[in-house]
């Protein structure tokens, strides 16, 4: 399963449990905990629940109950990440820039392009990954706010991905002077460790994440299915570039199943065209009728895993049953649904962290801070 879905992660493949009952037991260290949106709605599967449960609240108790100091929350990150992504596509739309913009929050697929379409490396935007933002900003504005040397926090990642792994070791990903990313944790391996400190899951209560960076808005929670980060990432731009308020924020012509979807949205007397894939055989179509310039789009989101992250080679298995997938992206779509607010630009503590800490999207210490590079790289 890891092999076929993931084969970045299964080169680098080690399970950082130890370390991590390590750092939190030593008093010197502020270990801080992200948890991506994709985990909430799979951890339940190893204590009992059915498939699409939302556990969000025991989750965060366990983390809790688990010893780390502070339980922040991915979704923040995607928030911000949308942020530089649909300021970005702004500016490549509407001043002649490199397109179709590729969205880059997967670690599997920017692999991938890295080793199989070089030639397409202006493709993917500069943003860092939900993930690696995280990191980021909690070793410079969560140090600063906080009051803690940075040298003495500890990032600890709960993913639902193996290649997430080799991420927080890439070399370039160390922009607030560390590694942003300390260690990084599977769905299934978090369970584990729940097992092994006697917790249980069920009994616990539900609680709510830490602040600041806790707060996210439901265009966060679907980056955890195939096609959220696209719709996420137009639920912003449409209002960025028309200057409109954005009626219905579901974008349906980007949702589904199918490995490849092509969909076409109007914004602003432009039809912007959506190229949306999941699975790395379906992703190589596309690139390839890009490359040889069968299909035109604006922007394309990919995803390596069956129905993105919810399919993740660390989440429980679901043994190639679909149905269970399904179930996990449902509970995805109804926590967005339920979300108060369901625009990344219109998150308050993202507000803040641009109006106290960034200034603007990709200002000087935003770039600094949340965008990368690519390279070619070879197979080892
Ligand atoms: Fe990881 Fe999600 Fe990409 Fe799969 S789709 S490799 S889980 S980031």
Known sequence: ????????????????????????????????????????????????YEPGTISTGKLVSALRVLGFDKIFDTNFAADLTIMEEAYEFKERLENGGYLPMLTSCCPGWVKFLEH?????????????????????????YYAQKAGIDPKDIVVV????????????????????????????????ELADMIRESGINFQNLPEEEYDNPLGESTGAADIFGRTGGVAEAALRTAYEWITGEELGNV???????????RIAEVGIKGTKVKVGVAHGLGNVRKLLEDIREGKTEVHMIEVMACPGGCVGGGGQ??????????????????????????????????IKKIYEEFLGKPNSEKAHHLLHTEYFEREWL
């Not at 879905?5 to 010197?28: F, N």
């Not at 991506?36 to 204590?47: L, M, N, Q, S, W």
């Not at 990642?157 to 944790?185: H, T, W």
């Open 1 to 48: 399963q890891c092999v076929a879905v993931c084969p970045t992660g299964a080169l680098v493949e080690r399970s950082y449990i130890d370390q991590v009952w390590d750092v939190i037991e030593d008093p010197k260290k502020h270990v801080v905990v992200q948890t991506a949106p994709a985990v909430r709605v799979a951890i339940g599967e190893e204590f009992g």
């Open 116 to 140: 199989q379409f070089p030639e397409l490396l202006e493709m993917p935007s500069s943003a860092k990954s939900p993930q690696q933002m995280f990191g980021a900003v909690a070793k410079t």
């Open 157 to 188: 990642s709960i993913m639902p991905c193996l290649a997430k792994k080799y991420e927080a070791n890439r070399e370039e990903l160390r922009g607030s002077g560390y590694q942003d990313v300390d260690y990084v944790i599977t769905t299934r």
């Open 250 to 260: 579901e974008f349906e012509a980007v949702r589904g199943y199918e490995g490849v």
């Open 316 to 349: 429980p298995y679901h043994h190639g049953d679909f149905n269970i997938i399904k179930r996990r992206t449902e509970a995805i779509n109804k926590i967005d649904r339920n979300k108060p607010i369901r625009k990344s630009h219109e998150n308050p503590s």
